[in-house]
C-alpha cells in the first residue's frame, strides 16, 4: 500500500488546474510552433475557420449561373459578388455518410453528425422531429483534426462561437452540435459575446514586435513559469509514492504541465494588426431582437482572435437543425423549422430566400474584416491565409435532401486552393472536399472519415 497523502495528489493536481485561467493571455511565436504545410508563402499561419446555418436553402436562389471561371451570384448569395474572386463554390458534393441505409436518425440529425467528421452517428436515444433515434457524431472532425496539427502554440486550440444555438446542458443533443474533438465528443458554442470577450481579452495585451517589450520580463508570464515549475516538483515528489491508477491520472496532468510549458518558452509577436476590441455590452443572448447585433459582435471577436493568433481554427453557428426563430427583424415572423419545410410556396419561398440572404450579408461581413487586415509584404491579407467553408446539415428543407449540398468555401489558405472558380463535381462525397481542407494544412492523408465514401481530394481547384 502506497503511503502518501491522497491530499498531496489533489495537491499537486489543483496547481495545474491554477495555471489553466492564465493561458489565453499568453503570447506564442509562430515561427517556432507552425506545423509542416501550416504557414503561408507569406510566413503568416494558416487557419480554418467554418460558418453555418441550419435547414437547407432554395436551389433556384443559391447556385450561380455562367461557366466554371466566369459565373455570377443569384439572389441569395449576391452579397459575396464584391469577394467572388477569392470564392470558390462546389457543387454537387452530397452527405454519402448521412444515408438513410447507413446513418441512424433523421435527416437534421445525420447532417449534423456528418457534416464535418464525414461518418454516419452512433446509435442512441436522442429523438429526432419524426421520431428516429440517434446517437452523437461518431467521429472528431475535421476542425479539431486540423486545430490538433497547427494550434500546438495558440493559447486556444479551437474558437467556437454562437448565435442563438440553444446549446445548454439540458438542450444540448446531436441535432446542436457540429464539432467533435472524438466518437461521442461534442464541442458546445458560446452563445454570449461578453462571456467571448473576458475569456479571451480581459487580460490581453498585444505584442506588435516593440524590441523594448521583452516577454520574458513581464510579470504576469514569470508568475505563470513559477506556478509550472512548481507544479512540476510536486508531480515528481508525489509520483514516487503514488499508486498505479493515481500515477496514470497525474501522468495525464503532468503532460499538460509540459504543454503550458513549451507555450510559455514561445513569446508571441502577432503584428500590428493586432488589437484588443471593443468590450461588447452585456445583451440577452436568447432574444430574436438581438440576434443581428450578436452576429456582428462575435465575427468581430473572432477576427480580432485570429488576428492576434489566439487562435487559427474558429467557427460561427446560427441556431441549430431544429431552428425554432424567428427573424423580426426582416419582417419574418414564422418558425423557421416550419417555414423550411414549407418553402414550396411562393410566399414561404420568397421569405426563406430573405432569411439566406442575411446568412449571405453576414458571411460577406466576415469575410470584408478579414480582408481588411493585410498579413504579408506583397499585400495578401488574413482572408487569403484562410480556408473557410459555410455549411448546412440539408439540401433542401421540403424534401430533407442531402445531395447537392449548398457550400461555399472562400480563402485561399495560403494560395493552397485557386479561388473564384464554381465547379460541378458530379455527385461526388463530400468527405473528399474534407479531405481537401486537411491537405491544405499539410496533413497529407487521403482519406477522411468513413473511408467507404472517400474517393479522393477535389480536383479543379488546388
Sequence with gaps: MNKFSRRDLIKAIGATALTMPLVGTSFWDPKDVLAEGARSASGAPKRFIYFFHPNGTIHDAWWPTGTQKNFEFGEILSPLTPLKSKIIVPKNLSYKSAAKDVSPGERHQSGMGTAL??????????????????????????????ADHIGDGTAYKSLHLGVRTDTTAATAEVRTRISYSGPGQPIPPQNDPADVFRQIFSDFTPNTGDPTM???????????????DQSLEQFNFVMKKAGKEDQIRLEAHRAMVRDLEKRLANPNVQGEACYVPDTPPELEIDSEDTMPEISRLQIDLMVAALACDQTRVASIQYSNSKNHIRFPWLDSNGDGHQLSHSARSESAK???????????????????????????????TLLDNCVIVWINELSEGPIHSHTNMPFIMAGSGGGYFQTGQYVDYLDRPHNDMLVSFQNAF?????TFGDPRFVTGALTDIT
Design 214 to 228: 521583452d516577454p520574458a520580463m513581464d510579470p504576469k508570464i514569470r508568475l505563470r513559469r513559477s506556478v509550472l
Design 117 to 146: 467528421s464525414g461518418r454516419p452517428l452512433q446509435s442512441g436515444t436522442f429523438v429526432g422531429g419524426d421520431g428516429s433515434l440517434a446517437g452523437w457524431g461518431d467521429g472528431i472532425t475535421v476542425d479539431q483534426v486540423i
Design 350 to 380: 420568397a421569405e426563406w430566400i430573405k432569411r439566406d440572404n442575411w446568412f449571405a450579408s453576414e458571411f460577406a461581413y466576415l469575410l470584408q474584416r478579414l480582408d481588411s487586415i493585410v498579413e504579408g509584404d506583397d499585400g495578401t
Design 442 to 446: 499539410g496533413i497529407e492523408s487521403q
